[in-house]
């Protein structure tokens, strides 16, 4: 059987762990040939090794993805290992909570530069790379489609207390997403959006164990208070938070081509969840 993605080439940041990962194994299981990227070297090797040991294929592009001269390294990764550039999904970040009165501006601009600069960065790089390969495919008389999924939050659609920084980044890449798909449609590119309610992953773990991420040399606290979780889960039509394999089929449904007419949309998946 002919599989959805066979031979196209992803780019997934943030996959070595939670719901970039699952993203990854999925198209890699379709077909795709993937560009795992995380901050952290040992989970973005073991993604890779998940993706070779399932049968697919996969290199590693180990790095900050709000680190300036990351977005061409990215790119460039795609093009020199597997000789093209197909999908893109800009996943990778994380949460730094305060209200706004205590809130420093480091925690601002590292929310607006994960969530925000990142992935501007990743796609102004990709968008020569796209034009020459569509050209080429053009003058050989053949339509071939891309695709784009940012990856957003309810946090970015309804706001959520505590959350300015990173309510405004995932709002922003709606807006980004919107305007992107009017540049791009004329090179056969959707960009689409996926807006999360509440996944189960490190980001929203159990905040009482005191899990940490370093990021980018500082200790970020990761999780949620456990009586906020229950009650958020309760308030989920289908009565609790997603895997990060159900997370990944939202992104998946974007990226074969059943979905080639969808673009400039936010594709919500929560749930059932219509606001906080
Ligand atoms: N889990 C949820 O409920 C939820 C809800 C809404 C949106 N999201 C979004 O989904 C995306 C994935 O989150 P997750 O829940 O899988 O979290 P996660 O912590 O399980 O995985 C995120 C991965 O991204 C990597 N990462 C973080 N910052 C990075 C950077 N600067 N450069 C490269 N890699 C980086 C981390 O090392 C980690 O491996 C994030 O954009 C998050 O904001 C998650």
Redesign the pocket.
């Known amino acids: 059987m002919t599989r959805k993605l066979e031979g196209k080439v992803a780019l997934i940041?943030?996959s070595?762990?939670?719901?970039?990962r699952s993203i990854a194994l999925k198209l890699a299981s379709e077909g795709a040939r993937i560009v795992v990227?995380?901050?952290?070297t040992a989970?973005a090797q073991e993604a890779v090794q998940a993706i070779r040991e399932a049968g697919g294929q996969a290199v590693a592009c180990v790095?900050?993805?709000?680190a300036p001269d990351f977005a061409e390294r990215f790119v460039g990764t795609a093009v020199s290992e597997f000789k093209g550039l197909d999908i893109i999904v800009n996943?990778?970040?994380?949460?730094w909570d305060n209200v706004v009165q205590k809130m420093t501006d480091e925690q601002w601009y590292a929310m607006i530069d994960?969530?925000l600069t990142?992935p501007f960065r990743i796609l102004r790089a990709a968008q020569p790379v796209i034009r020459a390969l569509g050209k080429a495919e053009t003058e050989a008389g053949q339509r071939v489609m891309r695709k784009v999924v940012n990856?957003?939050?309810?946090?970015g659609l309804f706001g959520n207390a505590g959350q300015t920084n990173?309510a405004a980044g995932?709002a922003g890449i709606v807006g980004m997403t919107q305007t992107l798909a009017k540049e791009w449609g004329r090179m056969n590119v959707t960009v689409n959006c996926v807006?999360?309610?509440?996944?189960?992953?490190?980001?929203?773990g159990n905040a009482a164990e005191g899990g940490t991420?370093n990021?980018?040399g500082r200790d970020i606290k990761?999780g949620v208070n456990p009586d906020l979780m229950a009650a958020m889960e309760r308030g989920i039509p289908l009565g609790r938070?997603g895997t990060?394999e159900e997370a990944a089929g939202a992104v998946y449904l974007l990226c074969v081509p059943e979905s080639d007419y969808i673009s400039g949309q936010t594709l919500v998946c929560s749930g059932g969840l219509t606001g906080f």
């Open positions: 940041t943030g070595g762990r939670g719901i970039g990227n995380d901050l952290d989970p790095g900050n993805v709000a996943n990778a970040g994380y949460t994960v969530h990142a990856i957003s939050s309810m946090a990173y995932k807006a999360y309610g509440l996944i189960k992953t490190r980001l929203t991420a990021i980018d990761v938070g990060p």
